[in-house]
């Protein structure tokens, strides 16, 4: 493995002291990702078969204390920009192109938009970063889209909107069943595509599809053609996508029977998503 791919292997919540924030060489990113764990108590609306964080252990912290994270987000902001995080010995080895600031990503353990002050984390951090002038870094939010229709996230959303923020959104059934068999949740899979839409056409989304072999076989021809007819349903609501990052498994997943896809299967579905007319980009193992 080289060191640029171990360095992406490494997306632990735990940094030193902190309890809210980690930093991250991202290879979607392709810099340095500061993110936000707004889900310290590890709780999740889905339950993904692909699931890389570790739920086996339970966190000592349980709620988001807003002071303490603005605190951490300014302290990790001065080690980047100063240089001083690549002198850990787990930064050390970042390529000098990889050492840029890229954002600050809401992400974590859990999906960040169930957190119920959602938005004035969000106006937290947006008047953090204005008053230390980091205009070019972005505010990216890492979601599942279950919770868009709730007022607070709607709030929060136009305050990413606001501040140099982009969406990442997860998409990555084309059917009900391939959903559930994937992401194991209650909340229903027209909700999602509800709220993917509805989002979209007041902004451009980016959209992330993590695909697997489940027990060995890749997703079947059918699932990747509904999943695109997805796509193509929300550009004809009126919505815009900017991109679509398709990827695979990293690191350990929740599930042993899922395995990671090949580059050239990636390639295949990003070549089927670039007909609708999306930039797509692939993401190896």
């Known amino acids: 493995m080289s060191s640029l791919q171990t360095l992406h292997s490494q997306h632990s919540r735990n940094w030193r002291d902190n309890k809210f924030v980690y930093p991250v060489v991202s290879r979607r990113s392709k810099g340095v990702s500061i993110g936000v764990n707004l889900n310290p108590d590890k709780v999740c609306n889905f339950d993904c078969i692909y699931c890389q964080v570790d739920r086996r252990s339970e966190s000592e912290t349980r709620f988001v204390e807003t002071e303490q994270l603005l605190a951490e987000i ?17 930064f050390a080895q970042t390529p000098d192109a990889r050492r840029r600031l890229n954002d600050i990503a ?78 194991r949740t209650k909340i229903p899979f027209r909700q999602i595509m509800e709220n993917l839409i509805a989002a979209a056409k007041l902004r451009p989304l980016v959209i992330q599809s993590l695909f ?14 509904a999943y695109c007819d997805r796509l193509r349903d929300i550009l004809d609501a009126g919505g815009r996508l900017t991109m679509v990052q398709v990827y695979t498994v990293a690191r350990p997943p929740a599930e042993s029977f899922v395995t990671p896809l090949t580059d050239a299967e990636l390639s295949a579905i990003a070549t089927q998503i670039q007909t609708l007319g999306i930039p797509a980009e692939i993401f190896g193992a």
């Open 74 to 90: 300014d302290d990790m902001l001065d080690r980047v920009t100063s240089g001083a995080l690549f002198e850990d010995v787990a």
């Open 106 to 183: 809401f992400a974590g353990d859990g999906e960040p938009t169930t957190y119920r002050n959602f938005d004035e984390i969000i106006a937290g951090v947006a008047a953090l970063k204005r008053r230390r002038q980091l205009a070019d870094v972005k505010l990216v939010l890492i979601t599942n889209s279950s919770m868009f229709h709730r007022p607070a996230v709607q709030r929060g959303l136009a305050l990413l909107d606001e501040n140099q923020g982009e969406i990442w959104a997860k998409l990555e059934a084309g059917t009900e069943a391939y959903f559930q068999q994937v992401d």
């Open 212 to 225: 697997m072999r489940i027990a060995g076989a890749p997703p079947p021809a059918h699932e990747i053609n």
